[in-house]
């Protein structure tokens, strides 16, 4: 069975349901974008109503809802994060409008960004993305001018150096040199998840961040921060950013935005980054009402008092079990990283080298065997299997998920 034969027709919560009621859960939220599961009811009660009301009006009339929102996200946002743009729906065009709106702020071009990152899937945010797989079928289109530096990858450090900070945090040092020796002063802006997420669950070491920014402070450089799925929760905290204490310029975001899956994305920035004109960067459908509604009521209830508390405590909680099923099949488990509802499982072979293939066979035996819906790392080396619940998932739901994870390893 592949996951083009399973098809689901009801989700509630973390489990999703075909015709025949067969019950499956989703150890990864959609594509990580329910941070409130599937069909949320009060997200849909709020949508059905608007819904009834009116469906679509042009941007030109959606202003002030469209403020409100941003406002409201903006109340959690680091403190030098005062405004925002609401003109998008999907990551990767959230993303290209930060890097229009670094260009356009220091007259720059250049983009840096990080080996195994991703951006998105448009032309653009496929050029800055750093693994090549999605634009080796388009060598001649040449988008824009990049250069792509090694991640923060402490387990397989891309310079083999013994750990941070003893390190001297030479891929953030990379940042530096590409800056001032490659690119010659024409770097307009570089692009970092918090937590590398299709690239494998990727956790950058204390100290990374904080050189990355005085490097951008001495080379005029604007920080994004590609919160798209890090944002909104995902690590117990509204935003990656502030926990790491990036102090980003800009921040992007999609995916849980929406809630239960509904497109919606945000762009936030510092007051001197409010360059653009409206007509530089619109789409018929960003900032539409079911996506305002939906990013509103969404920040209303993961802002609740309580709610992201739990995620960090049950965060705490399905990072015990994985560390456990670490420690139970160590043969297979290289490693475990994560924080709140984002986990990877680094799966090696007896020799500790990425072992894409074992990967792909526990996510398909668990999809087929145990019903549980599981996703990998393409833009890694295909070797991490990323746990991520919707935000909403209970400490019985993660349970769960790791008690069908330790059946799917028994089993290898
Ligand atoms: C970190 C990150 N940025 C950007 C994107 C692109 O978002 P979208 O697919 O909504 O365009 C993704 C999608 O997976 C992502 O994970």
């Keep these: 069975m592949t996951t083009t034969q399973v098809q689901f027709n009801k989700g509630k ?10 019950e499956y859960i989703d150890a990864v939220s959609g594509t ?18 608007q819904l009834e009301d009116l469906i679509h009006v042009s941007s030109s009339f959606t202003g002030d809802l469209a403020q409100q929102v941003l406002d409201s996200i903006l109340a959690h946002a680091p403190a ?18 930060a890097v229009k709106i670094a260009n356009k702020y220091n007259g720059k071009n250049e983009v840096i960004s990080l080996s195994l990152s991703h951006h998105g899937q448009t032309l653009f945010a496929t050029a800055i993305s750093g693994n090549a797989f999605r634009r080796k079928s388009f060598p001649h289109t040449v988008v824009t001018q990049n250069g792509i530096v090694p991640a923060p990858y402490c387990y397989r450090c891309p310079f083999s150096a013994k750990g941070a900070p003893a390190c001297g945090f030479l891929c ?30 990727i956790v950058p070491p204390e100290g990374y961040f904080e050189r990355v920014r005085k490097i951008c402070d001495e080379l005029d450089i604007v920080l994004i921060a590609d919160e798209v799925q890090t944002g909104i929760g995902r690590t117990g905290h509204m935003f990656a950013s502030e926990y790491y204490d990036i102090k980003p310029d800009i921040i992007t975001l999609a995916k849980g935005l929406g809630g239960i899956g509904i497109p919606a994305a945000a762009i936030l920035y510092t007051s001197q980054l409010a360059v653009l004109e409206k007509f530089e960067h619109s789409y018929t459908s960003g900032g539409n009402l079911l996506s305002l509604t939906a990013s509103q009521k969404t920040m209303e209830i993961v802002s609740r008092e309580g709610f992201l508390e739990n995620v960090r405590e049950n965060g705490v909680v399905l990072g015990r079990l994985l560390n456990r099923l670490k420690e139970k099949y160590s043969d297979v488990i290289g490693d475990v990283r994560g924080i709140g509802y984002m986990w990877g499982l680094e799966i090696v072979d007896k020799d500790g080298a990425p072992d894409v293939n074992l990967t792909n066979k526990i996510i398909d035996n668990g999809l087929e065997n145990h019903h549980l819906i ?17 935000l909403t998932a209970t400490v019985d739901d993660i349970e769960e998920i790791c008690a069908r994870l330790d059946k799917i390893f028994h089993e290898l």
């Design 374 to 390: 599981l996703r990998g790392s393409r833009y890694g080396f295909g070797n991490v299997v990323k746990v991520r619940p919707s």
């Design 80 to 97: 030098h994060i005062t405004t925002g743009w609401m003109r998008d729906i999907i990551g990767s065009t959230a993303n290209e409008g």
């Design 172 to 201: 953030a040092e990379a940042i530096h040199d590409y800056a001032e020796y490659a690119a010659s002063g024409g770097v307009s802006c570089i692009i970092i998840e918090p937590i590398l997420g299709n690239g494998g669950n």
């Design 13 to 22: 919560g973390i489990r999703l349901y075909t015709p025949d009621q067969d």
């Design 32 to 49: 990580f974008n329910l941070a409130l599961g599937y069909s949320y009811p009060e997200l849909v009660d709020a949508l059905k109503t």
